[in-house]
């Protein structure tokens, strides 16, 4: 995998924040937050080859939106996905929650093009609406799949909340699958980072893949639930109060366990 400089996924990570900052301070279902940041994030991954879809649903009295982005090439019936949610709660701009996840797996996205990679497996991202007033996005995603296409849906890594500031412990999800899990705590562990396992109750948009029957986990940069960063949910989760390192470390990660999951050669560059 590619070694990525934390100043890549920062850089999506200042555009959310003036995202928020245009749009009343919030990127929420229902705001104009949100539409703006899927049309940021859909214009960086066309840019550079992505095949992306812009889902609509409705929920609450407003319409909101799914993005998902595919990277042609792979074994289209054994694709990896990998998501986050891209809303923010309405008291804030939701920069750690989850700008960072947004940002992270969208660098990795990037990197995914600028390598030209050639997976074994196909490669599918995903960015949620309306993960905030109940995981709404990425349970209409998986309930609209036709029972042919979930099938081809082999993992699902989730990433919400990865650039909490001091975290001590990653949390790794041990309410999904043990395997996926294993590996995330592997790439973790080589580097002498420590982890602990984190049964968060599906509280986030690995819960749909799980009930599904997809394998399916994720990481956050929080150890216990009890114990949540300071700005969590508040109009102070901005841009200043997250730690670049942990974010530069999230996509680090997500690149390395992608990458090894992939099952991609050598990177081929034409
Ligand atoms: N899904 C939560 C959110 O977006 C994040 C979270 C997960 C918080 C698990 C606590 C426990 O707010
Ligand atoms: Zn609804
Ligand atoms: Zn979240
Ligand atoms: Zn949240």
Not at 132 to 152: D, M, N, T
Not at 229 to 241: E, G, L, R, V
Request: aromatic share 6%.
């Amino acid at each position: 995998p590619p070694t990525i400089p934390t100043s890549a996924p920062l850089v999506h990570i200042g555009d959310l924040q003036k995202i928020a900052d245009a749009n009343g301070g919030t990127r929420a279902h229902g705001r104009p937050g949100h539409k703006a940041s899927v049309e940021a994030v859909k214009a960086k991954l066309d840019a550079v080859g992505f095949k992306t879809q812009v889902v609509p649903f409705n929920h609450a009295g407003a319409q909101g939106w799914n993005l998902i982005a595919d990277w042609t090439g792979g074994d289209e019936n054994n694709i990896l996905m990998v998501g986050a949610h891209i809303d923010s709660v309405t008291a804030g701009p939701g920069l750690n929650d989850n700008g960072s996840g947004t940002s992270a797996i969208l660098e990795v996205a990037l990197q995914v093009a600028k390598a030209n990679l050639k997976p074994t497996r196909h490669l599918r991202f995903a960015w949620w609406g309306a993960e905030e007033i109940g995981l709404i996005g990425s349970s209409a995603y998986v309930r609209a799949l036709p029972a042919a296409e979930k099938s081809k849906i082999k993992s699902y890594l989730n990433f919400d909340m990865v650039a909490t500031k001091k975290v001590k412990k990653w949390g790794v999800y041990s309410d999904g699958d043990k395997a996926l899990a294993a590996e995330i705590k592997a790439w973790y562990d080589a580097r002498n980072v420590p982890t602990v396992p984190l049964d968060i109750n599906g509280r986030s948009d690995h819960a749909a893949f799980t009930r599904a029957g997809i394998a399916a986990s994720g990481v956050i940069s929080e150890d216990s639930l009890s114990n949540l960063d300071p700005c969590y949910h508040k109009a102070c989760d901005t841009q200043t109060s997250l730690s670049p390192d942990a974010l530069g470390l999230a996509t680090n990660m997500i690149a390395g366990v992608m990458w090894k999951l992939s099952g991609a050669k050598v990177a081929a560059r034409s």
